[in-house]
């Protein structure tokens, strides 16, 4: 079964509309993938609706990737089958979006008294509706030629302690699981390998989510080392979490793909084991199977 759990459309900073996203999906033939954009969930019904309308052989699962405060850190936890029709949930984060909104105004203050104007109209008329994030600021800075290149211009204003970053307010680690405990879905650590974090703290980290109640855990992202792989692996049965798996798909790149290369070991209990999925591609395949036995038989049939 092919199956990636963390991805994002345009309703926050992917590039793709939903309908191009779970095209993708299907053309990289997975059977199951996570809508996981950043504390919103306005795409689900979207996606779902598509999914009825298309018969497409694909599994959504409903997900968001929630924007908490760790120490100093920014930790994201993705939540995994929340119902996105819970009013608490869908109040819940709306606050993180009211945030995103005060923290962009503060960005853009910041980065017209460094002689760059224009950012937040820039950004809030690409947004519309959706999450604005980080990426929509960097966006905006590589089209007016601050910088070559998205990751040049995170290095040079939006990573912490440059010009345009603006420390946020985010719920704390501990409230998040809740949020999404509440909401009926499960809590996943997502890539932990992305806060640049030591050891010591990674480890105080993953301690401090299982303390909380946190179920699983992305040990496998694209671009890790086989020995990355091994250490989150070793830390996820350490404290008995799920594993995870994820692309975090954000647009087309020649480096990272939704459902690449996400193979779980085996001795891991997979987030999914009690979620009861079959591959629909499976379910379908005996009409499949029946046309073809109802095809004339060639030599080239002889079973061997
Ligand atoms: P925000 O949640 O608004 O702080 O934005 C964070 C998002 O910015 C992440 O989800 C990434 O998609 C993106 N991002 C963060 N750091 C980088 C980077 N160095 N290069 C490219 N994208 C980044
Ligand atoms: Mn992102
Ligand atoms: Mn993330
Ligand atoms: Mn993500």
């Given at each position: ?292 036995s109802a095809a004339p038989t060639t030599s080239m049939d002889t079973p061997r």
């Amino acid at each position: 079964m092919k199956i990636d759990l963390h991805s994002h459309t345009n309703h926050s900073d992917g590039l793709l509309p939903v309908a191009e996203l779970l095209a993708r999906a299907i053309s990289c033939n997975l059977d199951v993938l996570a809508i996981t954009d950043h504390d919103t969930v306005s795409a689900l019904p979207q996606a779902a609706a598509w999914l009825t309308e298309t018969q497409a052989s694909l599994t959504l699962i409903n997900g968001v990737e929630i924007s908490t405060a760790w120490h100093e850190f920014e930790i994201h936890i993705v939540g995994l089958n929340i119902n996105p029709d819970c009013p608490q949930f869908l109040a819940r984060l709306a606050s993180q979006q009211q945030r995103r909104l005060e923290r962009a105004q503060e960005m853009a203050r910041r980065l017209e008294k460094a002689q760059i104007p224009g950012a937040l109209e820039a950004v809030l008329a690409e947004v519309g509706d959706g999450a604005i994030t980080r990426s929509h600021f960097a966006r905006f800075l590589v089209k007016t030629g601050r910088a070559d290149s998205i990751n040049a211009v995170f290095k040079k204003y939006l990573a912490r302690g440059k010009t345009g970053y603006v420390p946020n307010n985010w719920v704390d680690l501990a409230s998040a699981v809740q949020w999404i405990h509440d909401a009926g879905g499960q809590a996943v650590l997502a890539h932990p390998l992305k806060y640049n974090l030591n050891g010591r703290y990674l480890k105080r980290l993953v301690t401090d989510f299982a303390a909380a109640g946190g179920d699983a855990m992305e040990i496998i992202s694209p671009q890790q080392t086989p020995v990355q792989r091994r250490d989150l692996w070793t830390l996820c049965l350490q404290h008995q979490l799920t594993a995870s798996v994820g692309s975090d798909f954000h647009q087309p790149t020649t480096w990272n793909e939704l459902g690449k290369h996400l193979y779980l070991p085996d001795d891991v209990t997979p987030v999914w084991a009690n979620w009861g999925l079959v591959p629909k591609r499976l379910t379908q395949e005996p009409e499949a199977t029946a046309v073809l036995s109802a095809a004339p038989t060639t030599s080239m049939d002889t079973p061997r």
